[in-house]
Every structure is written in C-alpha cells, then in structure tokens.
C-alpha cells in the first residue's frame, strides 16, 4: 500500500514540474519567451500549488461541515487527477493551441501578457490546484503516530519527482522525442494514476483515462505535426518549412511561428535583407584571399553565403536539429565542408571568443525566437561589447532587426541607443518586404498591433575613428579643413 502511495506522490511531482516546463515551451511560438512569460507562468503553478495543499490539509473537516459523511479519499484523488487529466489534455496539445490563440487574436486580445495570462487560468490555475492537494490528501493514509516521519518522506519524493520532471522532461525527452511526445507521456503518467486509483467498478473513469490518452496520441502525433508542416519540435523551436506560393523551388522556415528564412533553389534567400548582404558584403569577398573568417550568430536556415564555397562560416544556435532540419526540408543539400555549426547560446560564444582573442572579418547578428522579438539578453551592451571584442579591425558587424522605422516606440529608440552606445558611427537601413516598396509615409503592419519593419544596422570596425565624436558649432567649425 505504501508503494502505491510514494508512486502517486512521485508522480503528482513529475506531472507539476513537466507541465510547467512544457507550458514555458509550449506558448513561445505565440507569446515568445523572457524572464516576464517564465515568472508569469511559474506563478500561475506555485501559487494555485500552495492553495491546492492548504485546500487538500482541510478535506475532512470540509466533508463534516457539508455532512458528506466519510467521503472516500481515493474517490477524491480520483477526481482531482481525472478533472486535470482533460483540462491539461487540451493546454499541452499544440494543435489546439494555434486554435487558442488565433480565437484571442480574432476576439481583438493581442497584447502578448494578456494572452498568457489567460493561457494559464483557463489550462493551469486549475489542474496544478487540483494536483496539489495530492500530498495532504494521501496523508490520510499515515498513522498520526508517524505523521511527521511520513511527511519528509511525501516531500521528498514529491521533489524528486519535481527534479525528475525537470531534467529529465527537458534533457532527454524533448531532445530525444520531441515536445509534442513528452506532452502526451505526462498525459500518460496522468492515465496510470487513474488507473492505480481507481477501484474494478469504477469503469468510468478508466475509460475516461483511456479516451484522454487516445486524444491526446492522436492530437500529438508525429502524422498530425507533419500535416502543421513541423519538422523540429524539441526543447528550443517548433520548425516548420513549407513551400511559398512562388512554387515548390522556394522554400519557407517558420521558427516558433516566426519567418526566419527562405530559400530559393539556384538563387539563396529571396528576403531583401539577406540579398543586400549577399550583394554588398559576400559577393565581393567570395574570391578573397586570405579568406575571410565569417560568423553568424542565429543559424535559422543556414542560407546566408549559400554560395560561397570560398570563405570560412560559423553558424551558432542553441537548437542542435537545426542543421539537420535545414539540409533536408529548407536546402535540400548538405552544408559546404567551409560552414560549420556550433551548438551555444550566442552570447555564450562570444564572450568566449573576446575572452580568447578570437576575431572575425564579418559578424552577422541574426537572432530571434519568436512574434519579431529578440532574446532579451542579446540587447544589452555588455553583450555588443562582446561582438565588438571580436571584429577584425575593418570588419563588419550586420545587425538583422525588427523595430520602428520612424522610432515609435521605447523598444526601437532604446535598442538603437544601445546599440550606438558600442558602435558610434553606424549605418542604419530600412528594408521593404520581399515584394513590396517602401513608403515612408506609411507604417508597415506585422501583426498583434504593431508597426514594425525590417531594420538592418551596418557597422565598420574602425577604432581610431570611433574616438572622433568631434561635432561642428558655430564657435568651432573646422568643415573646411575635415572635407
């Protein structure tokens, strides 16, 4: 009996643990992620987890108020664990997910804390509540003469199933199988509970667990995430490519529902971005010698200097399937023996790098996770500081952005104002979408109410001219001598 108890409470930690992780991951293709999305949801678990044992300490004298008699604990488990059961069925299901979201969207709730905060009362609040008056509950089962030695037992096996549902839900099972996988084995652990719970003539509530589990398969599938056009589902992107309506020789990749490469067979990259650079800053260098050492920070398709089998690349990403993803559904070819992929966080690598004297001739800033944001802790200064640390005197640091094309908003003017605070001469570019003509006079709309535009930044590594910050004034104007 006191097998079953510790197996209950060990997975009671597991599902709380997973499925908070899993809520983290889940929502970045529609909320992004940073340190507001992970407290937000943290919140949204530890906070119900603490009312749900308070809730399960004071079951019994709850059913002597009501006159309920001596309701069956087990029965209670039961329902606790099954009502979670559904409800987590649909908030860890991420076909149902896009429908979520897409429905906020169309009802006009586009600010992204708003969504998650409904995100977690409607598909977390609930369930972790429900869960958490799993240990007072089971302790019902305990002699009172052993209640204290009980309790360190029920709490250290509930945090190490919370431990279990850390590591290994995040290290192993999102890496080996996928998040939608890892989703439906906590739906699983879910199911077992109910059957571990539930008595021979409680038929129904097998069964239920029986049609969760099934639903839960089948909305998961690998089948049903090929049909969204996902390829990568893991711990750090959902990767989608599809073909563009140009025809099945362009190629588009989609990372946690943000467009971050496309690909035309022949051409390279069709965004008007990535061919400004080709143009201007690899075609000419693509016979240079000595050759030139190029690093790009954010992978996405690897199809920047597709061309060139010439010069040195880097690629750095945090997501090692992205290599793989990419040769077999975006280029449809092998990468060239001069590009290699190193798997870091890129701020990580060039910390690194400043640290060991590593310079390069051309550094690309291209990262991104998700809705247009960047990884807010590749926005600060210390962190250009680093790229700085490693140009090449002469060399190019390319900054790929999405921000205000008139500076409209905090983010754009704070984001430019970092980024002159390290690189004071530097060239700032508004790109047009592919297909399209800019028109200053009009915004440019990318969803969830913003105004934004392709902005590129364009710095040279000059150390003596970037002490020049001489300006002209009418006492002191020395035009005639500079020019």
Same mark, same amino acid.
């Given at each position: #009996?006191?097998?079953?108890?510790?197996?209950?409470?060990?997975?009671?930690?597991?599902?709380?643990?997973?499925?908070?992780?899993l809520?983290? @991951?889940?929502?970045l293709?529609?909320?992004?992620?940073?340190?507001?999305?992970?407290?937000?949801?943290?919140?949204?678990?530890?906070? !119900?987890?603490?009312?749900?044992?308070?809730?399960?300490?004071?079951f019994?004298?709850?059913?002597?108020?009501?006159?309920?008699?001596?309701?069956?604990?087990?029965?209670?488990?039961?329902?606790?664990?099954? @009502?979670?059961?559904?409800?987590?069925?649909?908030?860890?299901s991420?076909?149902?997910?896009?429908?979520?979201?897409?429905?906020?969207?169309?009802?006009?709730?586009?600010?992204?804390?708003?969504?998650?905060?409904? /995100?977690?009362?409607?598909?977390?609040?609930?369930?972790?509540f429900?869960? +958490?008056?799993?240990?007072?509950?089971?302790?019902?089962?305990?002699?009172?003469?052993?209640?204290?030695?009980m309790?360190?037992?029920?709490?250290?096996?509930?945090?190490?199933?919370s431990?279990?549902?850390?590591?290994?839900?995040?290290?192993?099972?999102?890496?080996?199988?996928?998040?939608?996988?890892?989703?439906?084995?906590?739906?699983?652990?879910?199911?077992?509970?109910?059957?571990?719970?539930?008595?021979?003539?409680?038929?129904?509530?097998?069964?239920?667990?029986?049609?969760?589990?099934?639903?839960?398969?089948?909305?998961?599938?690998?089948?049903?995430?090929?049909?969204?056009?996902i390829?990568?589902?893991?711990? /750090?992107?959902?990767?989608?490519?599809?073909?563009?309506?140009?025809?099945?020789?362009?190629?588009?990749?989609?990372?946690?529902?943000?467009?971050?490469?496309? /690909?035309?067979?022949?051409?390279?990259?069709?965004?008007?971005?990535?061919?400004?650079?080709? %143009?201007? /800053?690899?075609?000419?260098?693509?016979?240079?010698?000595?050759?030139?050492?190029?690093?790009?920070?954010?992978?996405?398709?690897?199809?920047?200097?597709?061309?060139?089998?010439?010069?040195?690349?880097?690629?750095?990403?945090?997501?090692?399937?992205?290599?793989?993803?990419?040769?077999?559904?975006?280029?449809?070819?092998?990468?060239?023996?001069?590009k290699?992929?190193?798997?870091?966080?890129a701020?990580?690598?060039?910390?690194?790098?400043?640290?060991?004297?590593?310079?390069?001739? #051309?550094?690309?800033?291209?990262?991104?996770?998700? +809705?247009?944001?960047? !990884?807010?802790?590749?926005?600060?200064?210390?962190?250009?500081?680093?790229?700085?640390?490693?140009?090449?005197p002469?060399?190019? #640091?390319?900054?790929?952005?999405?921000?205000?094309?008139?500076?409209?908003?905090?983010?754009?003017?704070?984001?430019?104002?970092?980024?002159?605070?390290?690189?004071?001469?530097?060239?700032?570019?508004?790109?047009?979408?592919?297909?399209?003509?800019?028109?200053?006079?009009?915004?440019?709309?990318?969803?969830?109410?913003?105004?934004?535009?392709?902005?590129?930044?364009?710095?040279?590594?000059?150390?003596?001219?970037?002490?020049?910050?001489?300006?002209?004034?009418?006492? %002191?104007?020395?035009?005639?001598?500079?020019?």
């Amino acid at each position: #009996m006191q097998f079953l108890l510790f197996a209950v409470i060990l997975m009671e930690g597991y599902i709380v643990l997973a499925s908070e992780l899993l809520a983290i @991951r889940l929502v970045l293709p529609w909320i992004g992620t940073g340190t507001d999305v992970i407290s937000i949801i943290i919140a949204a678990v530890l906070l !119900p987890l603490a009312f749900g044992y308070h809730f399960g300490g004071t079951f019994r004298k709850r059913c002597r108020e009501k006159g309920l008699g001596h309701m069956s604990v087990r029965r209670k488990l039961l329902s606790n664990v099954t @009502r979670s059961t559904l409800i987590l069925c649909v908030g860890l299901s991420y076909i149902l997910l896009e429908v979520f979201f897409g429905a906020l969207n169309n009802l006009g709730i586009e600010q992204r804390l708003l969504q998650l905060a409904i /995100y977690c009362a409607v598909f977390l609040v609930y369930p972790v509540f429900l869960l +958490g008056q799993t240990i007072p509950l089971v302790s019902h089962y305990f002699s009172s003469s052993a209640l204290s030695e009980m309790t360190g037992k029920m709490l250290s096996f509930s945090t190490l199933g919370s431990f279990l549902g850390s590591v290994f839900s995040s290290v192993v099972l999102m890496a080996v199988v996928g998040v939608h996988y890892t989703a439906v084995f906590v739906i699983f652990l879910l199911c077992v509970l109910i059957f571990l719970l539930a008595k021979k003539r409680q038929i129904a509530y097998m069964a239920t667990a029986a049609g969760a589990f099934v639903f839960m398969l089948a909305a998961n599938s690998g089948e049903q995430m090929r049909s969204l056009g996902i390829v990568s589902n893991n711990g /750090y992107n959902t990767v989608q490519v599809f073909n563009s309506s140009k025809g099945e020789e362009t190629r588009l990749m989609l990372l946690n529902n943000n467009l971050s490469s496309s /690909y035309k067979t022949g051409e390279g990259s069709i965004f008007n971005y990535a061919k400004l650079v080709r %143009k201007y /800053y690899l075609e000419p260098i693509a016979k240079a010698e000595p050759k030139k050492q190029i690093l790009v920070l954010g992978a996405a398709g690897f199809t920047l200097g597709d061309f060139d089998d010439h010069n040195d690349y880097l690629f750095v990403d945090v997501d090692p399937a992205l290599q793989k993803a990419a040769e077999d559904h975006l280029l449809l070819h092998k990468l060239g023996a001069n590009k290699k992929f190193a798997v870091i966080d890129a701020r990580a690598y060039v910390h690194q790098a400043a640290e060991r004297g590593e310079l390069y001739d #051309m550094i690309v800033l291209d990262t991104f996770k998700a +809705g247009f944001a960047m !990884p807010e802790h590749l926005l600060t200064r210390e962190y250009f500081q680093d790229v700085k640390a490693a140009l090449k005197p002469g060399g190019f #640091m390319i900054m790929n952005s999405i921000a205000s094309a008139h500076f409209e908003d905090d983010y754009t003017r704070r984001m430019d104002n970092t980024l002159r605070s390290v690189f004071p001469h530097l060239t700032r570019t508004v790109m047009p979408g592919s297909g399209e003509e800019f028109n200053g006079w009009e915004k440019t709309r990318l969803g969830r109410g913003m105004y934004i535009s392709n902005v590129i930044y364009i710095y040279r590594n000059d150390p003596a001219g970037d002490k020049d910050m001489a300006i002209y004034t009418d006492d %002191k104007n020395t035009y005639f001598l500079d020019k």
